[in-house]
């Protein structure tokens, strides 16, 4: 039982360039999730996906876009990279059930940079 | 939106001292939940907690909902413990999936 896996772990980019990062979960959960992480600013939601088949945006979804490709899988591109967008990624998954309503864990994140 | 308070922003503390850090919140919530991010990045789960009080080892956590905050307590604290922590709650109001999280407790625990 891996929990949520993402790749890649690192990443340099020029201004422009575009890339998908990849997320992976086994706990057979519904929801998915991707944050960015910031220095002084926690994390904020960019995008999530309720359930398969459905995507919605969360607090900082422009220049991104995603697509949840089954239930196990949820990916996050850039179209056209921007140094703003250097940042660390996570992407998450969340039980519900009867005693847990979207508890989110969390991947091991891809740390991002932008030149 | 909600808003999610922590304090003490940071934390400096002798191994085997105790430690309790603090998590405000504007509204009512469905879901509290407590991370330790480690120095090397990973976000831990340490407690789902919208109500009531919890205990894992050395680590407990009380929320009292009605009043809108939430405890962390730290015992007997370790090296090991560095890292920041991080409350994220779940307005109940608002949307079902989105966690606000806190700008966290950054704890540094000495040998």
């Known amino acids: 039982n891996a929990g949520v896996t993402q790749t890649p772990k690192f990443q340099v980019l020029k201004t422009g360039q575009s890339m998908t990062l990849q997320c992976a979960q086994d706990m057979n959960h519904n929801s998915m999730y991707w944050y960015r992480q910031d220095p002084g600013m926690g994390l904020r939601l960019i995008y999530y996906s309720a359930s398969e088949g459905t995507t919605d945006k969360g607090e900082v979804p422009n220049g991104y876009n995603v697509s949840r490709l089954n239930k196990r899988e949820f990916s996050l591109r850039l179209e056209s990279a921007a140094p703003s967008q250097t940042s660390v990624y996570f992407c998450?998954?969340?039980?519900?059930?009867?005693?847990?309503?979207?508890?989110?864990?969390f991947g091991p994140g891809t740390r991002l940079t932008v030149l | 939106g909600i808003q999610v308070e922590q304090s003490p922003p940071d934390l400096i503390l002798q191994e085997g001292a105790n430690s309790t850090l603090r998590c405000n919140f504007s509204?009512?919530?469905?879901?509290l939940q407590w991370f330790h991010q480690n120095p090397w990045g990973q976000l831990i789960n340490l407690f789902y907690?919208?109500?009531g009080t919890k205990q894992n080892g050395r680590l407990s956590a009380t929320t009292v909902a009605t009043e809108r905050y939430s405890l962390l307590y730290i015992s007997s604290s370790q090296t090991t413990d560095s890292g920041v922590y991080f409350c994220a709650v779940q307005d109940s109001g608002g949307s079902n999936y989105k966690l606000t999280f806190g700008k966290g407790t950054l704890l540094t625990v000495n040998p």
């Open positions: 907690i919208p109500s």
């Open positions: 998450a998954s969340g039980k519900t059930g009867t005693s847990f309503l979207n508890e989110q864990f």
């Open positions: 509204d009512s919530v469905n879901n």
